[in-house]
């Protein structure tokens, strides 16, 4: 089985319009699919790559150019600067959950296999999604599925969470979907899981506001002409990508100098956003929902 299958590999290393003898990061290495790809077209350039995950050590390559550092992305401009690296050619990031986390039943991230309600992408955090669950106050836990999951009956789906873990807590994936199925729709069972599951695993590794802070760091450690790709998987962190792009901010507003010219750290490369084929969907059913998007540093 493939640790990760990379997504608009092509698509996304053409974006990057590497210099061989360029400095590239990678910020999401998984399996080192987009990585490799990288090394393939670098000379004297080097590479960093960042995973949070312990497991993706596994993946490292050999190669005098290549560094491997195991940690959150968040924090890659502080390493940047311990191996004096002040500005960098190119920033690559596949956001969203790796295939091989999705196929590990124990990594808890996926509702087809039942299991640990662990779903920390850092498996030296502590929050977990049984933590989130069970201790977690009503207001709260609304916000969560509300707002990450834009869940529709969420105030339902509370309630019945409460419920249930008043009379035991809830444990496994297979516990937690038994506890939940009056609240689940009809002809709709797979994507509210998938919406539920997905509020729970933003609200455990903090995921939208690392991305906001990864964002702004991007925007530093870029060189003038330096490339931003960015591959995300639902609409609120494709959101936050393509705002900031646009605008250098968040909310995307836009303000202009005294000339009328928007005021960016970045110019948008792909006016319209670039999604993958039918045939890499049929390869690889992550691919369904992603979105490319290119900037460079102006």
Do not use: C
Not at 28 to 40: N, Q, R, V
Not at 137 to 153: A, H, M, Q, T
Request: glycine share 6%.
């Amino acid at each position: 089985m493939e640790y990760h299958i990379p997504v608009l590999l092509k698509e996304s290393i053409n974006g990057l319009n590497i210099k061989p003898d360029g400095i590239y990061v990678d910020l999401t290495f998984g399996g080192g699919g987009h990585s490799w790809e990288i090394l393939k077209r670098l000379r004297k350039g080097r590479l960093i790559s960042f995973d949070q995950d312990v497991e993706a050590e596994q993946n490292e390559f050999r190669e005098n150019n290549f560094l491997f550092i195991q940690s959150n992305f968040k924090f890659f401009r502080n390493f940047l600067r311990y191996y004096k690296v002040s500005k960098v050619d190119g920033i690559l990031a596949d956001l969203g959950v790796s295939s091989h986390h999705f196929d590990v039943a124990n990594r808890g991230f996926s509702f087809r296999f039942d299991g640990k309600l662990d779903m920390r992408m850092d498996q030296n955090s502590e929050l977990t999604a049984e933590q989130v669950l069970n201790k977690y106050g009503s207001e709260d836990l609304v916000r969560v599925f509300k707002e990450y999951g834009e869940i529709k009956n969420v105030y339902r789906l509370v309630k019945t969470i409460v419920n249930h873990r008043d009379k035991a807590p809830i444990k496994t994936i297979e516990n937690f979907i038994e506890a939940i199925s009056a609240e689940i729709p009809k002809h709709s069972e797979h994507k509210y899981l998938a919406r539920v599951f997905q509020a729970l695993r933003i609200e455990v590794n903090n995921e939208l506001n690392v991305l906001k802070e990864t964002l702004l760091n991007t925007s530093k450690a870029l060189k003038p002409g330096g490339r931003l790709v960015v591959i995300t998987y639902h609409s609120l962190e494709d959101r936050l990508v393509k705002n900031y792009i646009k605008s250098g901010k968040f909310d995307g507003k836009l303000e202009k100098d005294f000339y009328g010219n928007v005021i960016s750290p970045f110019q948008q490369v792909n006016r319209k956003v670039i999604i993958p084929g039918e045939d890499e969907i049929k390869r690889n059913n992550r691919a369904r929902s992603a979105k490319l998007r290119i900037a460079e540093k102006r």
